[in-house]
């Protein structure tokens, strides 16, 4: 019997071009820290941006500050988000009612040790009431300090809400923006065509942005959960299946499938919109890695417009298949 691979797997497959966009990691192994180039280009591109000033140019430095070298350990991630969180917070005061940058904002607040998350929780809330992701960095506090009641009230939160968005999209679409506008300060080989600036976009910004759903999980799986939990993470499910974000949908997916059997139609049905999502995805990707070295660059440029007008990262994936006119659903 073949084993099903797991959800850790899927969204690694799914995210195959993002992986292979954070050219550090690709060196990880291969090239000694001391002479990584990249990662010398990528602060030098973080300090030319921070000068630029703007919100988007700031925004970009600190993703790019918090990614760091590839060979950077673990424990010298929160000195990262530290250093990545000045950025972001200045980047905020000059957009203020951009939720993308108040996103990153709080994604960085939440991995700098000292940050009080209160008020960038409640800026977030504030300009996406309805977007329940906005309260994912509070039910991490609750879960960190084993506050039943208030992971409870924060779920109860969650499941009002109608949206679930980690803002990936407009996210990576304005980082390509920055990087684009400031080429001319930047390193002669450090990006120099649109679709190398397109990948390092997508891999900074997925980094930056896209949250550890551990917490929410294990929130909506612990045994010792009532109805009325069990009942907010369904609906919840239902709500992140419908994310901006692949790996947020997957996950709801996955909760949908362990806290919801039901009967086995309905299971049928949460497992084949799982499948077609995973196969435009995928079959999007292959569009992507099947064009022609001299078409990159406007293909490039051709994706980051359709993410700037979608978004979700799936209907970019309609759009890209509709445009080349292949199935939008997978062979029965």
């Known amino acids: 019997m073949v084993k099903k691979p797991s959800l850790t797997v899927l969204a690694l497959l799914l995210y195959g071009a993002v992986a292979s966009a954070a050219s550090g ?10 002479i990584d180039s990249y990662a010398v280009w990528r602060a030098a591109a973080a300090r030319a941006l921070a000068v630029r000033g703007d919100a988007n140019s700031l925004a970009t430095a600190a993703a790019l500050t918090f990614l760091g070298p590839a060979s950077r350990p673990k424990t010298e991630t929160g000195k990262a988000a530290a250093s990545a969180l000045v950025f972001a917070v200045k980047a905020s005061m000059r957009a203020p009612n951009n939720p993308a940058i108040s996103w990153l904002r709080l994604q960085l607040c939440m991995h700098s040790p000292g940050c009080d998350i209160r008020e960038a929780a409640t800026t977030m809330r504030w300009l996406a009431a309805d977007n329940a992701a906005a309260w994912l960095p509070t039910l991490n506090v609750a879960q960190r300090d084993k506050d039943t009641m208030e992971v409870d009230r924060v779920l109860s939160s969650m499941a009002e809400g109608s949206h679930f968005d980690v803002y990936l999209n407009p996210s990576a679409a304005l980082m390509f923006g920055a990087l684009k ?3 001319g300060q930047l390193a002669p080989r450090y990006l120099p065509s649109d679709a190398a600036r397109l ?29 009325e939990r069990r009942e907010n993470c369904v609906k919840l499910s239902r709500t992140m299946q419908h994310a901006d974000a692949v790996m947020a949908q997957l996950v709801g997916f996955a909760l949908d499938r362990r806290l919801n059997p039901g009967d086995a139609k309905e299971m049928r049905m949460v497992a084949e919109r799982r499948r077609v999502l995973e196969w435009r995805v995928a079959t999007a990707n292959e569009v ?21 007008r979608l978004a979700r990262e799936e209907d970019v994936s309609i759009a890209i298949l509709k445009e ?7 062979p029965s």
């Open 25 to 34: 990691t690709q060196r990880a192994g291969a090239v000694k820290p001391e």
């Open 181 to 183: 506008r400031a080429r």
């Open 199 to 227: 990948t390092e976009a997508v891999g900074i910004a997925t980094a930056a942005v896209v949250p550890s759903f551990s917490p929410l999980i294990n929130a909506c799986r612990d045994p010792a959960a009532d109805a």
């Open 288 to 308: 992507d890695t099947a064009v022609l070295p001299a078409s990159k660059n406007s293909f490039a440029r051709a994706r980051v417009a359709k993410m700037r």
């Open 324 to 330: 080349h006119k292949l199935p939008l659903e997978p």
